[in-house]
């Protein structure tokens, strides 16, 4: 007795919007990273009509919705709060943080949502456009970065918007950041498909991804190549045993983040590195030596959301660090939220490597380099990084969906 295979559902709308957000990653990526948050926000609110049909698992936003609910008390302690009679005021709106997560987690996560329901003809489509988009803005941040940005100024000058020489070189730089998180759903889809030479497309890939950041002056996507490769190259060829053991390590730092640096500074650890480390990185370790010292007055509730901002020049903005950010702002209740929603990340991996370790390796990577970067470089609330964020989970799942056999 034999059965038929019941016919996969053809996902035409999903597969367009798909494909639209691929194509729409070398232009982003180099001319205006931070317009990412707007495209994955419009990718968002394309294919919200089709949650409903299709139905799909929503259980990392039911995750998320605790640190949300958090972060929005904390506003009545925050000495970052806006108060209500600013809030009709763009520019206050615009800086209303908790507010603006509210929609990202509404919009992001439909977009993670709905394009995970992608049919596997849509998904190699959508595959596809990622590659070549992934190796266009490779190929253009390698190029301008050994220019020293001489392309984006010379586009900038013509649009009458010119900009100075060291600050076109950070615009530049930051078009290594997605290129780190899009290397291995690349790198799956190559291998999936046995493209001829895919072994050097995915290598020239990586250099050239290196390659712009060490142009542009970008420590964290090298890092996070680094990082990536060797949780890769750990789960690709080990399987569970380094999945299960990636829990823990991405855990820990959410967890104890402030009081190892609280030691290191006590230890004189701290005055060790100092020492050794160039200008930017003595930067970060007096940030977060301060942020580390000021976590201790409110440890369990934290100083508020945003609060990061009211220190002035002990902290430019944010603390370059994750999960400190998160104590400082959230204290230890914010702290453990987020790091029970990146460990329950590594736990989905374990799972991904017991169905293909191809899969799980792609995922670990990807989930590590992300880590990465937030550990040493961008505020936990900017909007472009939370988008890359959930562009790579898209980016996995296309790529995991178009490597899969037809049954």
Known sequence: MTSELAPERRTPWLGAVAVFLMAMIPLVGYLAPLGFAPLLALTGLLVTPTLARARPPMLPIFVLLPLLAWALISLHWSPAAPHLADLKKDKALGAFTAFKLALELGFYGAAVAALGTLSRRS???????????????????????????????????????????????????????????????????????????????????????????????????????????????????????????????????????????????????????????PPSWDARLNIWAFAANETVQHPLRGWGIDASRMFGNAIPLHTHDAAIQLWLELGSIGAALAGAFFAWLAYRVVGLTGEDRRDGAMAAATLVAYLTIGGISFGVWQEWWIALGALAAIACGVAQKSSASPR
């Open 123 to 277: 998904a190699r489509r959508a595959g596809a456009v990622m590659i070549v988009a992934a190796a266009a803005l490779a190929l253009i941040t390698a190029l301008d970065g050994a220019l020293q940005a001489k392309i984006f100024q010379a586009l900038r000058r013509a649009s009458h918007d010119p900009i100075r020489p060291d600050l076109a070189m950070v615009k530049v730089s930051m078009g290594a950041y997605p290129l780190a998180l899009l290397l291995w759903p690349c790198a799956r889809i190559l291998d999936a498909w046995r493209v001829r030479g895919r072994t050097i497309i995915i290598a020239a890939m990586a250099v050239l991804t290196i390659a712009g950041a060490h142009f542009t002056g970008a420590d964290a996507p090298i890092a996070a190549l680094l990082a990536g490769g060797l949780v890769w190259l750990g789960v690709r060829l080990i399987g569970k045993p380094v999945a299960r053991a990636l829990i823990p390590i991405v855990a820990v730092p959410f967890i104890f983040a402030p009081m190892v640096v609280l030691w290191s500074v006590r230890s004189g650890f701290i005055a060790w590195l100092h020492v050794l480390a």
